[in-house]
């Protein structure tokens, strides 16, 4: 902002000079961060569309990020290179260290509160310091998020679609504003519990959704010998992790043969299947050659794998958050329409 010529010494010429010159960089910068995002759109999503949520900074190992009003601060492996401001870094209201025997815990400030709410466009979520340095939301997903209201929006009859590995509800939330109806599937109980908090939150309580703490491959092999179908699927697999009564999860062993599985799911009018992947040194190329397999016998369609990414507010930088790969129906293979079975 320009000063006032009076208080500070200089001329009006002089001030105005420097005001032209401040707004030009501000531009500068704007014009800058449009350009890069543009650049990188082709190999990767960007979730860039948010406001209560800030990536203010990564490096050394951390990332630095604002949700809604409170400052955390945690670990992320892919932020290799040097931090910026350190004074920031000290404004964190909780920060995740982790511990010698790999685990690690959370030191917070005394009015950093248990739980707050972040909203994003009209759909709200809980976030809570939780274990292994999760907060409840992966923010990187907004974009998947808005692709998925995208495609159910525009269809013309009603979308089933069936949420795997669902954690806390965020592409179930998605799926519901848009007017699909979900099945949600989750191991964790506490996770399912969290996952119809926010639907509550995003006024979708009295949406058309059934919720199943369930392990991901035994309840698809229920759905198959029911026949029951979607139209949707949604899966966000973790590397390795553990069913309600112990049954073993391992990404690289288990993921193609329930891919396989899943595509038998699809209706006839399938419109889209999604997966998501975290796993370090994983390659989209292998998940899209992966998901390409599986469905090879469902009706034509395209297939695209990406990393997803969160734009620090440095500019020029963005932090890679995970993998996706998205399958969608080609409108030229599409069947006549006809009426659809409800849950």
């Known amino acids: 902002m320009p000063q006032d010529p009076a208080r500070s010494g200089a001329s009006t010429k002089e001030c105005l000079m420097n005001a032209f010159l401040e707004q030009n960089f501000f531009q500068s910068c704007f014009f800058e961060r449009e350009r890069f995002l543009t650049r990188h759109l082709d190999s990767m999503r960007i979730a860039n569309g948010w406001k209560e949520y800030e990536l203010l900074d990564a490096g050394d190992g951390e990332k630095l990020e604002r949700w809604g009003t409170y400052i955390l601060r945690r670990p992320d492996p892919q932020a290799l290179w040097p931090k ?13 260290k982790r511990s010698r025997d790999g685990g690690g815990s959370w030191d917070r400030r005394s009015t950093l509160p248990k739980q707050w709410v972040v909203s994003y466009d009209d759909l709200s979520f809980r976030v809570e310091l939780m274990g292994f340095k999760h907060t409840g939301i992966f923010p990187e997903q907004a974009c998947n998020w808005d692709w998925i ?13 069936l949420n795997l590995f669902g954690y806390t509800g965020g592409a179930t939330v998605a799926a519901l504003a848009a007017g699909g109806e979900v099945s949600h599937v989750d191991a964790s109980k506490g996770m399912v519990g969290r996952a119809k908090e926010n639907c509550a939150l995003s006024r979708l309580s009295h949406a058309p959704v059934r919720f199943f703490a369930d392990d991901a491959i035994k309840f698809v092999d229920r759905e198959l010998r029911r026949g029951h179908q979607y139209e949707a699927i949604l899966l966000d697999p973790p590397s390795f992790g553990r069913g309600p009564k112990g049954e073993l999860w391992k990404l690289e062993s288990h993921l193609f043969s329930l891919l396989e ?25 292998v998940l899209e050659n992966m998901v390409k397999m599986a469905t090879h016998a469902v ?16 500019e020029g930088i963005v932090l890679p958050c995970g993998l996706s790969v998205r399958w969608e129906r080609s409108h030229a293979s599409l069947p006549a329409k006809r009426a659809l079975r409800s849950f």
């Open 299 to 314: 009706p034509a369609g395209v297939t695209e794998s990406f990393e997803l990414g969160l734009p620090l507010r440095r």
């Open 84 to 96: 910026g401001n350190e004074a920031l870094w000290n404004q964190a209201d909780a920060h995740y």
């Open 149 to 161: 209201r995208e495609k159910i929006e525009s269809a013309s009859e009603p979308v089933r679609v």
């Open 261 to 285: 599985k899943i595509s038998m799911l699809l209706s006839d009018r399938a419109l889209f299947l999604l997966l998501n992947a975290y796993t370090t040194g994983l390659s989209p190329v």
